[in-house]
């Protein structure tokens, strides 16, 4: 329950948020929130992370569909049932969600959280880009930590 209330919430304020991005900017403007680090740039990608695969939308939208029945079907497989893997399962199901919701609905994904330092750039992201990132930090970490104390759900210790 906690992965789809999770799945849920990151999907729906990642579309708020690119909704009101889409309606308050021209495409390409952009607007300083912490002047010289971070600004608000309103972008369209039609590739994945970083612009990779530019143009490549459909065939980001299909594998997108095909990671999501997998992470459903094949959960049991590579996810543990304690408490981080549920927070970073539900992180990649919304994030995931939420950028194939524009791939369809768009035919781009909508990016705007916009930081540099100086000269140095790092590509435009939004929430569902943060929530993946996140969910997939969160497993490695987990899975490390895991490994060297096996907990299990009701806090009774595994067999080594």
Known sequence: MLVLVLGILIAVA?????YMVRISFDLGESRPIIDGFFNFTYLRNTGAAWGMLDGYNIWLGILSIVVLIGLV??????????????????????????????RLRLGYVTDFLDFHIESHHWPAFNIADAAICIGVGIYILSALWLKEHPLRENGETAAK
């Open 73 to 102: 079907f094949f959960r049991r497989s590579f996810v543990s049932n304690v408490f981080e893997h549920k927070i970073a399962l539900g992180c990649l199901v919304g994030g995931i969600m939420g950028n194939l919701i524009d």
């Open 14 to 18: 990642d579309q708020v948020t690119k």
